[in-house]
Nanobody, 122 residues
């Protein structure tokens, strides 16, 4: 059974840094892309950053220059280095795997992690 497990959330002061990590475990043949999304109270879930298995990445405008996404295809992991955090970054952060295939001939599915809380506050 495929699972995505996130780690690294917590409480940090404005201007501080956090690093989120996510590992996809289980029977995995391929993953097209992995990314991080976030959802603040009363708001819709939004893309933060995403990286493809070819190494292409994209970011939300609000985090460009502050956050960096990286991935390891062999280990099925993705990380998000978050610097210069601001209170507006406070949210539950979710890891997502796009079009994950458990076998070559299986249809791909999207998987989500359970989420990790990031709180930026003094």
């Amino acid at each position: 059974q495929v699972q995505l497990l996130e780690s690294g959330g917590g409480l940090v002061q404005p201007g501080g840094s956090l690093r989120l990590s996510c590992v996809a475990s289980g029977s995995i043949f391929s993953i097209d892309a992995m990314g991080w999304y976030r959802q603040a109270p009363g708001k819709q879930r939004e893309l933060v950053a995403r990286i493809t298995n070819g190494g292409s990445s994209d970011y939300a405008d609000s985090v460009k220059g502050r956050f960096t996404i990286s991935g390891d295809n062999a280990k099925n992991t993705v990380s998000l280095q978050m610097n210069s955090l601001i209170p507006e970054d406070t949210a539950v952060y979710y890891c997502k795997a796009d079009n994950l295939k458990e076998r070559r001939w299986f249809a791909g599915l999207d998987y989500w992690g359970q989420g990790t809380q990031v709180t930026v506050s003094s």
